[in-house]
């Protein structure tokens, strides 16, 4: 079962949810469809971050190289 939770929204979160329920999806359904979005966003957020911190790490990436030279050279066998 699931929790419940509560909340009092203030005056732009009250706007979202007018937004996200105008089509007539229920309070809930779209509470539940925008905290997966939010956590999706983070993650990917999460990610990038780290993607583009070990692109900018020069040993990070002499190692990627290296481990491209050798899979090359494993291939030209």
């Known amino acids: 079962m699931a929790d419940t939770i509560t909340f009092r929204p203030d005056e732009d979160t009250s706007r ?3 937004i996200l329920t105008e ?9 539940r469809a925008a905290l997966i979005d939010a956590a ?5 957020k999460s990610l990038r971050e780290e993607a583009e911190a070990l692109a900018g790490d020069p040993i990070d990436r002499a190692e990627a190289a290296q481990v491209l030279r050798d899979m090359e ?4 066998r």
Not at 23 to 31: E, F, K, Q, Y
Not at 40 to 44: C, E, F
Not at 73 to 76: F, G
Request: proline share 5%; net charge positive; no cysteine.
């Open 40 to 44: 999706r966003h983070k993650t990917a």
């Open 73 to 76: 050279a494993l291939r030209a």
């Open 23 to 31: 089509d007539g999806t229920p309070v809930s359904a779209a509470v």
């Open 16 to 18: 979202a949810l007018s």
